[in-house]
């Protein structure tokens, strides 16, 4: 049977504005949060709330991931899940205001802390914003409201772990047993029936005992490792992730030389502390994430519940244990296990090189190649390089091959490209994450608001910068090199995912014509010598290189592993739905116990703290009951 599937609804097409106040002087900011907080502990209607105004709730009144919007449906849902959830002890945290002042743009938030004292008892925070009175009005009112579920109470903490001591789940007697074991060693508990090898093992032999987990992991990148560290902390440690490479980072010592992230080493950390140290670049590249995994593995001891070079071949749902079988797949055997939870952290779908099919390729004298099979350029001195594609790969790439010293390099544009100067986005992200940060506030400041506020604002920074910038565009533009002039980047990273270049500097090497450009013209054909145009043009060339992409569709790739008719009852993932949260990650899908995770460095930290806590919960006998109406109130 297949699930009535939630839509992708456009960015662009979320309700809501930045409210265009100005912030009046010599307010007590901390009165009037303050104040507003404590109406928290009451019953509020509509009229606590703008006209204009969004809820996100974040598993604490909703059991899911779940944004609302309008004064009168956020008060309406409000008091269905209080009177679920019973929150009480609403307090102000002092020293959390914020106060954001732009030209047209104005209001203050600071950060709150309350308890639920329902049927699925926990800590929680918040984040409340609040604008001054319109005239006629008497009062400041709340324009944005989050609610974050923080600890499951009675259980562990997510966000702390310490290996040495960790914290198990209550009632578990198997863990307390070996916490007790544990604390009259500092050493690493590793299983001495498994053989390990962080650098590359050859395959394990999977002890007799070890057979059924509470949690199963698929994938060992990011997102795996941000999970499997989370539950761990949470008192789930009888839990695996299954990495098909055979050493930790492996899907990243699998990329070109040059590869590096395009955002800060500040906002690419993983959970629990800082595992990329200051004399890290600013920009990491592979082998600094590369060690940082390792680093966090060895950490954290999670190399005892990480199998290397582990394969899950075919998962099938048994309704009658209420139990996942897996079979698994390494070097040297084949096997079956069994979980309570499932969660695919395999990626977008990133592994299947996306080719344009062009005429004509068996008469081509020189060398293709897609950018998966690419490593550096310095084979290629002295020849002519033409690159298909202009997103960050492209233009990674295009520099590697100006300082190998081939003889040109040319991009090949085929529609306009949105281009972010790094700097643009460092001037946003540096204030909130930077080297003395505390990393799990910046995540809920900047990361546990609406993404359709988190757009408005990040369009409006991004965008003032352009206008004062043009030159910089224009100079591209006089090279022939097509730019994208609005730049939306939560369209760019959650519809797109993907299709711009974030410039650490190769739109320099464009503009200067250092890297030649070609666009406003389709491939026709393959020549002899290189590449035809259907405007009669010609590119020599002996080496073509696609830059285009991976299949990001992972549809197929999940029915492979766990059947078609179990990715039906499923939610698609990617994209945004109707209230800006993104689709099957992180969330309830369909079916109780099995999950979808991806999404970049940055989200994977966060969130997967969420998914932690909802499958915590459910071990635990509490399982969050999920929220998925929204109010009529026409």
């Known amino acids: 049977m297949k699930a009535d599937k939630v839509p992708a609804v456009p960015v662009s097409n979320l309700p809501g504005k930045l409210p265009r106040e100005v912030i009046p002087?010599?307010?007590?900011?901390?009165?009037?949060?303050?104040?507003?907080?404590?109406?928290?502990?009451?019953?509020?209607?509509?009229?606590?709330?703008?006209?204009?105004?969004?809820?996100?709730d974040l598993c604490s009144l909703t059991g899911s991931l779940r944004a609302l919007h309008g004064a009168k449906t956020i008060a309406a849902a409000w008091a269905e899940r209080t009177a679920v959830h019973m929150p009480v002890d609403f307090k102000f945290m002092p020293g959390s205001i914020r106060v954001i002042k732009r030209p047209d743009v104005g209001w203050i938030q600071g950060m709150y802390q309350f308890s639920t004292t329902g049927p699925t008892p926990g800590r929680c925070s918040g984040i409340i914003g609040a604008v001054p009175p319109k005239e006629g009005e008497k009062d400041w009112k709340c324009w944005m409201l989050a609610t974050v579920l923080e600890q499951n109470d009675g259980m562990p903490n997510v966000d702390v772990y310490d290996p040495i001591a960790p914290s198990v789940l209550p009632g578990d007697k198997e863990q307390i047993q070996a916490k007790t074991a544990r604390k009259k060693t500092a050493a690493p508990i590793y299983s001495t029936d498994i053989k390990r090898d962080i650098n590359g093992p050859t395959g394990y032999e999977i002890p007799p005992d070890r057979t059924h987990f509470d949690a199963v992991v698929v994938g060992g990148g990011q997102a795996g490792l941000c999970i499997l560290g989370r539950l761990k902390a949470g008192g789930v440690h009888n839990c695996i992730a299954l990495?098909?490479?055979?050493?930790?980072?492996?899907?990243?010592?699998d990329r070109y030389d040059s590869v590096k992230l395009h955002t800060s080493k500040d906002i690419s950390q993983l959970p629990f502390g800082k595992v990329f140290p200051r004399?890290?670049?600013?920009?990491?590249?592979?082998?600094h994430i590369?060690?940082?995994?390792?680093?966090?593995?060895?950490?954290?001891?999670?190399?005892?519940?990480?199998?290397?070079?582990?394969t899950l071949k075919r998962a099938t749902y048994n309704e009658g244990h209420d139990v996942w079988v897996l079979e698994l797949e390494q070097p040297r055997k084949c096997f079956t296990i069994t979980?309570?939870?499932?969660?695919?952290?395999?990626?977008?779908?990133?592994?299947?090189?996306?080719?344009?099919?062009?005429?004509?390729?068996?008469?081509?004298?020189?060398?293709?190649?897609?950018?998966?099979a690419y490593m550096n350029a310095w084979p290629w001195k002295g020849k002519k390089v033409?690159?298909?594609?202009?997103?960050?790969?492209?233009?990674?790439?295009?520099?590697?091959?100006?300082?190998?010293?081939?003889?040109?390099?040319?991009?090949?544009?085929?529609?306009?490209?949105?281009i972010v100067p790094a700097e643009y986005q460092r001037d946003a992200i540096e204030p909130l994450y930077n080297a003395d940060t505390n990393i799990e506030l910046a995540d809920r400041g900047f990361q546990g608001v609406p993404c359709a506020v988190t757009r408005l604002l990040a369009n409006e920074g991004l965008n003032g910068h352009a206008r004062n910038d043009p030159e910089r565009f224009e100079a591209l533009e006089r090279r022939g090199f097509k730019v994208i002039k609005d730049i939306d980047f939560v369209h760019i990273l959650y519809e797109r995912l993907g299709g711009h270049y974030m410039d650490v500097g190769a739109s320099a090497l464009v503009a200067d014509g250092s890297i030649k450009v070609k666009s406003g013209a389709s491939i026709k054909s393959f020549t002899e010598t290189g590449l035809a145009f259907d405007d009669g043009d010609h590119l020599e060339a002996d080496i073509v290189l696609y830059a285009t992409g991976f299949d990001i569709n992972s549809r197929d790739q999940i029915a492979a592993l766990i059947g078609e008719e179990m990715e039906q009852k499923t939610e698609d993932q990617w994209k945004c739905d109707k209230e800006g949260e993104m689709r099957g990650l992180w969330r309830p899908i369909g079916h109780p116990t099995i999950w979808y995770a991806g999404g970049g460095i940055g989200q994977t930290r966060f969130y997967s703290r969420f998914l932690a806590l909802q499958i915590q919960a459910d071990l635990a006998g509490k399982t969050l009951p999920i929220y998925l109406d929204t109010p009529d109130v026409a």
Do not use: M
């Open 339 to 372: 979980c309570r939870h499932l969660v695919l952290a395999i990626g977008g779908g990133g592994s299947i090189p996306k080719t344009p099919n062009i005429p004509n390729r068996e008469v081509f004298q020189g060398t293709d190649l897609h950018s998966i």
């Open 290 to 310: 590369v060690k940082g995994y390792q680093t966090f593995c060895e950490q954290f001891r999670l190399h005892s519940n990480l199998w290397l070079a582990t």
């Open 25 to 56: 002087d010599g307010i007590d900011f901390q009165a009037v949060l303050s104040g507003l907080v404590n109406k928290l502990n009451y019953k509020i209607d509509h009229t606590f709330f703008r006209e204009d105004s969004w809820w996100r």
């Open 279 to 287: 004399e890290d670049p600013y920009y990491l590249g592979k082998k």
């Open 243 to 253: 990495e098909k490479y055979n050493s930790i980072g492996g899907n990243w010592q």
């Open 386 to 418: 033409v690159i298909i594609g202009t997103a960050n790969t492209g233009h990674d790439i295009a520099e590697d091959c100006l300082e190998a010293g081939v003889k040109s390099v040319t991009l090949v544009q085929r529609n306009p490209t949105c």
